[in-house]
């Protein structure tokens, strides 16, 4: 059968036709939110942020005035409305990314459709090509225009291979798309779970802001006299400081406030950071939405175990390392989950104990800790993780200024100085100021 080269030809142009869309790629891709929807957007988020400064302004005024009643419950208020705001702000970057998120998934399933349908015809242009080959050469030299119609079929096979090339480019040029999409879609999904972090962070500060102010008019009965009376009894609140329970998650154990402080001291010593920052750091990690240390426990499910909610090319090999050295069962050592929304996991879980450390990070840190402690570095003891994080803040810079402890709290928190996140080194610092008061309470109590 005398083969057509031309319809050939004819197959393979067709074929690279219905291969390549228009305008798919970078280039045709639309705003994720249309000019007006992210004018309003960005004019809401500026107004909340005015006012938020304005109740940090007059908070800032308050706490600065003689200790009353009357001007601590107003600064319990304002913190409150500001809490509320912050709150207010977080949902609407939320919904931008949410957005940002179901547009970029989009984007990944069209592209795998067009790399699967870009495959499909490579496959049928390269079995074409097999299959004619062979023939080719022979029924050309046999055809009756002898060599000219030979050369004339090396032309179009030639276009054929031409094109066959392009293919092979598109198909490269898509891979390289979905490739960048699916960072995207990991980055987007990194920033979505650091600002519910956050979010949960600020519920359950206004929670207990609004439990504070209760108290207070509770144990005052909101008179002044009784309130100076509180503050007056300086050994009474000492006590209180002191055996308060400072919180540990991830190996079951709880310490007293002033227990707390011991071990800070002592991590404090070897690295050069301060106590009251050392705490703050660890108040704000394992408070942090009270989603720490409730996966790959004993009777989880199999959707909450270690396999499934660490990032497999990332902490899987080092988790493996660190509970086999330390002797722990993989499958029952509690881990941190991932944070969710509208019942969707949203990045990867897997932090370990009272500083939250992910397995990768962990063990660029155990060395250190275990070269201080003289024993195998444990994430869940508090000892150990205290001094890694104390490392770690000392590495990032922190030296003892604000300036130097804010930036190494935000750098703690998302591995650099992202200022959509601000609230977490605002609020560390806010801590800070606060255990500034209570270390030295219980300290000078003890003269």
Known sequence: MQVNIRKLAITGILLITLALPTGFGAQAQTSVINVSEKEKLEKELADIE????????????????????????????????????????????????????????????????QSAKLKKQLVEVIRLIN????????????????????????????????????????????????????????????????????????????????????????????????FQDMLADAK?????????????????????FEKAVEIADWAGKQTGIRTPFLLAVLTQESNLGKNVGTC????????????????????????????SELGLDIDITPVSCPMRQGGKQIGWGGAMGPAQFIPSTWMGYRSRVSAITGRPANPWDIKDAMLAAAIKLRADGANGTYDSEWKAAMKYFAGSVNLAYRFYGDNVMKITAKYEIDVEAIKTASF
């Open 236 to 256: 009474k609140r000492a006590n209180q400081i002191r055996n308060r329970i400072y919180e540990t998650i991830g190996g079951g154990t709880q310490v007293t």
């Open 131 to 226: 299959q004619k080959d062979q023939e080719l050469l022979i029924e050309s030299l046999s055809a009756k225009d002898g060599l000219s119609e030979v050369a004339q079929n090396i032309q179009n096979y030639t276009k054929i291979f031409s094109l066959l090339q392009a293919i092979v480019a598109k198909t490269r040029s898509v891979h390289e798309d979905l490739q960048k999409q699916q960072t995207a879609l990991e980055d987007q999904q990194d920033d979505a779970r650091k600002l519910l972090e956050i979010k949960a962070s600020q519920q359950e500060l206004l929670l207990s802001t609004l439990a504070e102010k209760k108290e207070l008019l509770t144990e005052t009965k909101g008179k002044e006299n009784t």
């Open 50 to 113: 005015i006012q938020i400064k304005a109740f940090e302004d007059e908070l800032a005024n308050t706490q600065g005035e003689k200790k009353t009643l009357e001007q601590a419950i107003k600064r319990l208020r304002g913190q409150e409305d500001s809490l509320r705001l912050q709150i207010k702000s977080t949902n609407l970057k939320l919904k931008d990314l949410d957005k940002k998120l179901d547009y970029t998934e989009q984007n990944i399933t069209k592209t795998k459709a």
């Open 296 to 323: 790959n426990r004993l009777g989880d499910p199999s959707e909450k175990s270690w396999q499934v909610i660490m990032k497999p090319t990332r902490d899987h090999e080092p988790f493996k390392t660190i509970t």
